[in-house]
């Protein structure tokens, strides 16, 4: 797809920010559903489950500027979530690695990020055929 003029570039850069938005609202489900699927495998019994590494998925607003349009899918490792020395920073690390007794299913982030590249082309396909 090649824009000729500057109607057809503006018309392709809105197609490109309903594509972004979209890709963005899949991404976020992509790492919801990884960081749920952590939650089921093992159950531990050293330590309560809170469910707060599942609320860490986040989608940043898109950044439209230009001729640029970006957003940041993340987990948020922000949260006051404190486990004894365990910082939510720790926590994910852990969690993902599988290490430091922390019960689930590891590689959460490694699948999000899997999912989500085949989101993104699966929809960006979809919009610029």
């Not at 969690?95 to 430091?100: G, L, N, Q, S």
């Given at each position: 797809m090649v824009a000729t003029n500057m109607s057809e570039l503006n018309r392709m850069m809105n197609q490109l920010q309903a594509a972004?938005?979209?890709?963005?609202?899949?991404m976020l489900v992509d790492m919801q559903k990884e960081?749920?699927?952590?939650?089921s495998q093992g159950s531990p019994k050293m330590?309560?489950?809170?469910?707060?590494?599942g609320s860490t998925p986040k989608v940043s607003?898109?950044?439209?500027?230009?001729?640029?349009?970006?957003?940041?899918?993340y987990l948020d490792k922000s949260r006051g979530y404190r486990t004894g020395t365990f910082?939510?920073?720790?926590v994910l690390t852990n969690?993902?690695?599988?290490?430091?007794g922390i019960l689930g299913k590891p590689k959460?982030?490694?699948?999000?990020e899997k999912r989500m590249k085949k989101t993104f082309e699966k929809t960006m396909k979809r919009f610029f055929r």
């Open positions: 972004m938005s979209e890709a963005s609202s899949l960081t749920a699927a952590f939650y330590y309560k489950r809170t469910g707060t590494l607003p898109l950044s439209v500027g230009g001729t640029q349009i970006s957003f940041d899918a910082s939510m920073s720790d969690a993902e690695a599988h290490t430091a959460f982030w490694a699948n999000s």
